[in-house]
């Protein structure tokens, strides 16, 4: 039973852990996208963890070196 409990709770923990950190990216002012569509850090977290599709993450830096757009886009396993 205890097993259960944590196997549980770490997808749990790891939900919570992407949604802070996309959410720190928001307010530093990165945009997000999922095959080409401007989206904002809740519709992440409902399509990539959620739906049954792997998604890859793309880092798109400024020119000063800083993210600036983290676009995911669905792939074929």
């Known amino acids: ?3 259960d ?3 549980e709770r770490k997808p749990m923990q790891t939900r919570a852990r992407l949604s802070s ?3 720190g990216l928001q307010k530093s002012g990165v945009e997000f996208f999922i095959d080409g569509e401007a989206v904002l ?3 992440i977290m409902q399509r990539t963890v959620q739906e ?3 998604y890859m993450a793309d880092y798109v ?10 676009r ?5 396993l």
Do not use: I, T
């Open 52 to 54: 049954q599709y792997a």
């Open 5 to 7: 409990y944590a196997k």
């Open 1 to 3: 039973m205890k097993g």
């Open 72 to 76: 995911f886009d669905r792939v074929e």
């Open 61 to 70: 830096l400024g020119e000063n070196g800083k993210v600036q757009q983290v």
């Open 41 to 43: 850090p809740r519709d």
């Open 21 to 23: 950190y996309l959410e």
